[in-house]
């Protein structure tokens, strides 16, 4: 593998999401001509805590959504910094970014703009190697390659589908299955029997932001009790085959220190909370359980951990922002033992595998992760292989930003040929 590179030139344009809003695409190119681009998705129900996505605030553009500043900022500021320059792997790109950003949480730059530039960098390096991106990722992360289990985001709550459920996604882990191309069928019947159902109960079909159905349901109890029933229809046994998981997004409805959880008609503080959430693992086969408590409720996290953390997989989202310094924060408190990892929450790839290396170090699971607002760019898929997480969260087999990267996933378990493990129970040590 080249270990000496260099940057010929650097290009941005502003494109559309899948929510129809502008976000940034980059194209590095180096010495050899080499080509990377990637781009950089945007988040709905975003933590407090990320890093800072630029927008131009332009009320005459796009509602002020346009990112032309970010644009300017990469093929002006990033490009003069970064065009000409040698360097040996992609540590030295991100810590040029952070330095000459000079903020905590990238707010002079733009994480957006940085992500862009950090993401097409390393795709222009893995071909510049003529290796597929995961096996990049896996050299120089020494992480053992493996195919993630996919956690299909079939019903869609919270701010991702007006009036459907609190509870912000309803998924489907189909961590009991062989391989991935099994999962992604049963992915795949299981939300067309969804779809069926609904359609019989004369509920819309109607779509959420990351494709998975968006009924009005009578409480979230409700949205689970129809997607346990999609399951047994499509011929699949809960328990077996596969588990139920929730996004809770517990931060979205946290409002003066109360979770209001109004399809549900309660207003919890913080330990009620925790025991409703104690009461559904008690009453459904759920295996993992993100953002159950708001993104500051460090004491909440803390005791939900004690009092369930031993038999499910419980997420930190915005408690972390895939931040080192927050989630060290969880690891010495044990608030939970999983971390839900987005890269453009903290702006760097590089910064991204710190996250990952502390999880793993700590012994938690990590879930790589797409952002409700994404484009066709398939390089989680490739993050999630080649780092070994072992879980995937890209919303339902429905949309093509999110079937690009199933589809991806596929390809590289056929490139693979049976020569690597899908990562099934084993990403689970609760189910073993």
Request: aromatic share 6%.
């Amino acid at each position: 593998m080249s270990d000496d590179f260099q940057i010929k030139s650097i290009i941005a344009k502003e494109i559309l999401d899948s929510r129809s809003n502008p976000t940034i695409r980059v194209s590095v190119t180096l010495s050899d001509n080499s080509v990377g681009s990637a781009n950089v998705p945007s988040g709905a129900s975003t933590g407090a805590h990320e890093a800072i996505e630029l927008r131009d605030n332009d009320p005459s553009r796009f509602s002020g959504k346009g990112v032309l500043k970010a644009v300017a900022n990469v093929n002006n500021t990033i490009a003069k910094k970064l065009t000409g320059m040698k360097f040996n792997d992609i540590d030295t790109i991100d810590r040029t970014l952070i330095e000459l950003d000079g903020t905590e949480n990238k707010s002079n730059l733009g994480a957006n703009s940085i992500l862009g530039v950090s993401l097409a960098t390393i795709h222009a390096i893995s071909s510049s190697n003529q290796v597929p991106l995961y096996q990049y990722i896996s050299n120089i992360t020494n992480n053992k390659i493996s195919l993630p289990v996919p956690m299909f985001n079939i019903l869609n709550g919270g701010s991702h589908a007006s009036n459907s459920t609190d509870i912000q996604e309803f998924m489907v882990i189909p961590s009991g299955l062989n391989s991935f191309s099994e999962s992604l069928q049963f992915g795949a019947e299981t939300y067309q029997s969804l779809k069926s159902l609904l359609s019989k109960d004369g509920k819309s079909t109607n779509v959420g932001d990351e494709g998975g159905f968006a009924p009005e349901m009578k409480s979230n109890q409700a949205a689970i009790e129809i997607i346990l029933k999609a399951i047994e229809n499509a011929g699949y046994k809960v328990g077996r085959d596969c588990y139920l998981g929730l996004d809770v997004a517990a931060s979205e409805f946290y409002i003066d220190s109360k979770y209001e959880l109004k399809k549900d008609n309660l207003n919890l503080n913080s330990d009620e909370m925790v025991q409703y959430l104690i009461n559904l693992v008690n009453s459904y086969p759920i295996l993992s359980i993100e953002d159950g408590l708001a993104e500051d409720d460090w004491d909440g996290w803390a005791t939900l951990t004690q009092q369930i953390g031993n038999k499910i997989q419980l997420v930190g989202d915005d408690l972390y922002t895939t931040n080192v310094a927050r989630l060290t924060k969880g690891i010495q408190e044990t608030c939970s033992n999983s971390i839900l990892i987005k890269f453009n929450q903290i702006g760097s790839i590089t910064e991204t595998f710190d996250a990952i290396d502390l999880a793993k170090n700590a012994k938690w699971s990590n879930v790589i992760s797409h952002r409700s607002g994404e484009t066709e760019d398939t390089t989680i898929a490739d993050l999630a292989v080649g780092t070994g997480a072992g879980q995937i969260k890209t919303g339902a087999p429905a949309r093509s930003e999110r079937v690009a990267k199933y589809n991806r996933l596929l390809s590289i378990e056929e490139e693979l040929k049976g020569s690597v493990s899908y990562a099934g129970k084993s990403a689970f040590p609760f189910l073993s």
